[in-house]
Nanobody, 117 residues
Framework: QVQLVESGGGLVQAGGSLRLSCAAS????????MGWYRQAPGKQREFLAT???????HYADSVKGRFTISRDNAKNTVYLQMNSLKPEDTANYFCNAPSSINFKEYWGQGTQVTVSS
């Protein structure tokens, strides 16, 4: 059974930082690309970042320079370090294991991040 479990969300003031974690089980984590998305109320789900099994990263322009994706393959965990948070970063943040020719796509249940002004 595949599980992606996010944690680390919460309430933070503008300019602050949070680190989100996503613990994966039931997948070949070390060879899977992993990603983070977010969805604000009334908006579409937005891509944030991905990281390959080998550590190659890719970011959306909206978070480049403020957010950092990383992973610990020994712990089957992917992280999203978020700095200089803004009220517009308020959203539900989701962990994602994208589909590929060999793998199905999976999503976590999300963790809420609220940034106060």
């Amino acid at each position: 059974q595949v599980q992606l479990v996010e944690s680390g969300g919460g309430l933070v003031q503008a300019g602050g930082s949070l680190r989100l974690s996503c613990a994966a089980s039931g997948i070949a984590f070390s060879i899977r690309t992993m990603g983070w998305y977010r969805q604000a109320p009334g908006k579409q789900r937005e891509f944030l970042a991905t990281i390959t099994g080998g550590g190659i990263t890719h970011y959306a322009d909206s978070v480049k320079g403020r957010f950092t994706i990383s992973r610990d393959n020994a712990k089957n965990t992917v992280y999203l370090q978020m700095n200089s948070l803004k009220p517009e970063d308020t959203a539900n943040y989701f962990c994602n294991a994208p589909s590929s020719i060999n793998f199905k796509e999976y999503w976590g249940q999300g963790t809420q991040v609220t940034v106060s002004s």
